[in-house]
């Protein structure tokens, strides 16, 4: 019921304000506080500004505030409306009922990361003052070492894991309101992070083997200023960019070398498949590898490459506010990409995830369902009816992911996590997915 009690809500909170600066706190008083509930279609402009007394502009600069501090979205026939997600809602947490398989969470396995705490003798804890803050020349060196040998160049820095990164790039290279081209499905937590910074996005369709050329061609050319990627395990589908698929990407972002292009290659050490670098076909351009998901997500850092205009505007602006990454944090990433313990740990771990996704790739594969998913966390199934899917498979005991929580164009399908799949059970896993899809669409 909390839907209808939230309607009602909304149906009885009156917009107040004779001033955009007010209308627009008038608002996000009412989504604080619960009043407008994600979904709910604001007044169109004209009504509002009538109700209020006010001209029309007022309210459609109330809106564009709004919009630009990632508290509602515009789109299409649903006029303007408060995002499900908006810069005040926390990250909600799903609840998998127990007995219920959870296959939702697309988070590392606690259990195959390693053990930092082995390391902290091996990591200078030391005071530094100001003036010692910024990148460690030990872990930059260690970085241009490893990104040589993927072949990527560029001038390096680090953030506070990848989404800091794509935030700052944006902000280095772009304005409040261009568009930003994704994946479709993409992962919700960087959409999150663009509408919320004020960006517009537009989506680039994937297949397993990443973005599709002439999705990407549209996108730029209709005038979209960056364009993000994954390399490999994309989030939701496990997509990895092949060689031939970077080759007519990097043709794509060479007729538009205006574009600025962030590649998000955050399954780097567990990948089992090599790099295929798109990033550098662009003159502005970003290279992101966090260690979240090799080291665990409270490491919160990223190896950023970059062209040089690109790296000095974020680590200069950095500077002034933030200032830098914690050295301590940066010498236990040095610690833990040097210590032979923790490498053969990651290397292991790559190889489970993998074996996971694989078992259940291959299970559905021999009941006829084709998954997508070569690298990652997770495989994604399109089905025919997602809701329909979701409530059969958890009747049956497993709880997945319905695909619009990371596709915007209403593409049916499931994200199933294999994080933590035991590979004995990917058949009943693979029996369950079989009953509860229709008929699956062949792309999207
Ligand atoms: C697609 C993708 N990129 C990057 C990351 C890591 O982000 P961060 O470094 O901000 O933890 C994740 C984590 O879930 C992810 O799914």
Same mark, same amino acid.
């Given at each position: 019921?909390?839907?209808?009690?939230?309607?009602?809500?909304?149906?009885?909170?009156?917009?107040?304000?004779?001033?955009?600066?007010?209308?627009?706190?008038?608002?996000?008083?009412?989504? &604080?506080?619960?009043?407008?509930? %994600?979904?709910?279609?604001? %007044?169109?402009?004209?009504?509002?500004?009538?109700?209020?007394?006010?001209?029309?502009?007022?309210?459609?600069?109330?809106?564009?505030?709004?919009?630009?501090?990632?508290?509602?979205?515009?789109?299409?026939?649903?006029?303007?409306?408060? &995002?499900?997600?908006?810069?005040?809602?926390?990250?909600?947490?799903?609840?998998?009922?127990?007995?219920?398989?959870?296959?939702?969470?697309?988070?590392?396995?606690?259990?195959?990361?390693?053990?930092?705490?082995?390391?902290? %003798?091996?990591?200078?804890?030391?005071?530094?003052?100001?003036?010692?803050?910024?990148?460690?020349?030990?872990?930059?060196?260690?970085?241009?070492?490893?990104?040589?040998?993927?072949?990527?160049?560029?001038?390096?820095?680090?953030?506070?894991?990848?989404?800091?990164?794509?935030?700052?790039?944006?902000?280095?290279?772009?304005?409040?309101?261009?568009?930003?081209?994704?994946?479709?499905?993409?992962?919700?937590?960087?959409?999150?992070?663009?509408?919320?910074?004020?960006?517009?996005?537009?989506?680039?369709?994937?297949?397993?083997?990443?973005?599709?050329?002439?999705?990407?061609?549209?996108?730029?050319?209709?005038?979209?200023?960056?364009?993000?990627?994954?390399?490999?395990?994309?989030?939701?589908?496990?997509?990895?960019?092949?060689?031939?698929?970077?080759?007519?990407?990097?043709?794509?972002?060479?007729?538009? &070398?205006?574009?600025?292009?962030?590649?998000?290659?955050?399954?780097?050490?567990?990948?089992?498949?090599?790099?295929?670098?798109?990033?550098?076909?662009?003159?502005?351009?970003?290279?992101?590898?966090?260690?979240?998901?090799?080291?665990? %997500?409270?490491?919160?850092?990223?190896?950023?490459?970059?062209?040089?205009?690109?790296?000095?505007?974020?680590?200069?602006?950095?500077?002034?506010?933030?200032?830098?990454?914690?050295?301590?944090?940066?010498?236990?990433?040095?610690?833990?990409?040097?210590?032979?313990?923790?490498?053969?740990?990651?290397?292991?771990?790559?190889?489970?995830?993998?074996?996971?996704?694989?078992?259940?790739?291959?299970?559905?594969?021999?009941?006829?369902?084709?998954?997508?998913?070569?690298?990652?966390?997770?495989?994604?199934?399109?089905?025919?009816?997602?809701?329909?899917?979701?409530?059969?498979?958890?009747?049956?005991?497993?709880?997945?992911?319905?695909?619009?929580?990371?596709?915007?164009?209403?593409?049916?399908?499931?994200?199933?996590?294999?994080?933590?799949?035991?590979?004995?059970?990917?058949?009943?896993?693979?029996?369950?997915?079989?009953?509860?899809?229709?008929?699956?669409?062949?792309?999207?």
């Amino acid at each position: 019921m909390y839907w209808y009690n939230a309607l009602v809500m909304s149906v009885q909170y009156q917009i107040t304000g004779s001033a955009a600066s007010e209308i627009a706190a008038s608002i996000e008083s009412g989504v &604080r506080s619960g009043q407008l509930a %994600p979904g709910r279609t604001l %007044p169109p402009v004209r009504k509002l500004a009538a109700d209020l007394g006010v001209a029309a502009g007022t309210v459609a600069s109330a809106y564009r505030r709004l919009r630009e501090r990632g508290v509602v979205e515009t789109g299409g026939r649903a006029g303007t409306f408060i &995002r499900q997600r908006s810069a005040f809602t926390p990250t909600g947490t799903l609840t998998v009922p127990t007995g219920v398989l959870d296959l939702v969470s697309g988070e590392p396995d606690p259990e195959l990361l390693p053990d930092l705490a082995a390391l902290k %003798p091996r990591v200078d804890i030391v005071h530094g003052n100001y003036r010692d803050g910024g990148p460690c020349p030990d872990l930059l060196d260690l970085a241009r070492d490893r990104f040589a040998a993927d072949g990527v160049h560029g001038e390096l820095t680090v953030t506070s894991g990848a989404l800091d990164a794509f935030e700052r790039g944006l902000a280095a290279r772009l304005e409040p309101g261009d568009t930003v081209a994704v994946e479709e499905p993409t992962w919700s937590n960087g959409r999150d992070l663009l509408l919320s910074a004020g960006y517009q996005v537009t989506p680039v369709a994937i297949d397993g083997e990443g973005p599709l050329p002439d999705e990407l061609e549209a996108a730029l050319a209709a005038g979209a200023k960056a364009f993000i990627l994954t390399s490999r395990g994309q989030n939701p589908t496990g997509a990895a960019v092949t060689a031939e698929r970077a080759a007519a990407l990097r043709a794509v972002v060479a007729r538009h &070398r205006g574009v600025f292009v962030i590649e998000d290659d955050h399954w780097a050490e567990l990948s089992q498949i090599p790099l295929h670098f798109v990033a550098d076909a662009a003159d502005r351009w970003m290279f992101v590898r966090s260690t979240s998901k090799p080291y665990g %997500p409270d490491l919160r850092t990223a190896l950023v490459a970059a062209d040089p205009d690109t790296k000095a505007r974020v680590q200069g602006r950095m500077a002034i506010g933030h200032g830098w990454v914690s050295c301590i944090l940066q010498h236990f990433v040095i610690a833990a990409w040097t210590d032979e313990v923790v490498e053969e740990h990651v290397a292991t771990a790559g190889r489970v995830y993998a074996e996971r996704q694989g078992a259940l790739r291959e299970a559905l594969a021999a009941r006829g369902i084709e998954a997508w998913g070569r690298a990652g966390l997770n495989l994604w199934v399109p089905v025919a009816d997602e809701t329909a899917a979701v409530v059969a498979l958890r009747d049956n005991g497993f709880a997945v992911a319905p695909g619009r929580a990371y596709s915007f164009h209403g593409h049916q399908g499931i994200r199933i996590s294999t994080s933590r799949l035991d590979p004995g059970r990917a058949d009943a896993v693979a029996d369950a997915v079989a009953q509860a899809s229709g008929p699956a669409s062949p792309t999207i």
